[in-house]
């Protein structure tokens, strides 16, 4: 979770970061956030996969 957390924070910063994975609702996550899959069980590097594609972040940062 740490990594993941470090990831979302390097690619949105430190003041959108987690702004992103609560009110971003995304149908590759179940119609979840970010915050509800991990909740519900997500593994947090399938999360960050799917972030990225979502999200179009560059390969060097995936």
Partial sequence: ??????????????????TFARDHVMSELGGRTVHEALEAGW?????WHVVC???DVPGERR
């Fill in 53 to 55: 594609a979502v999200m």
């Fill in 43 to 47: 593994d947090a590097k399938e999360v």
């Fill in 1 to 18: 979770m740490t990594v993941f957390w470090q990831r979302m924070t390097e690619h949105f910063g430190p003041g959108y970061a987690d």
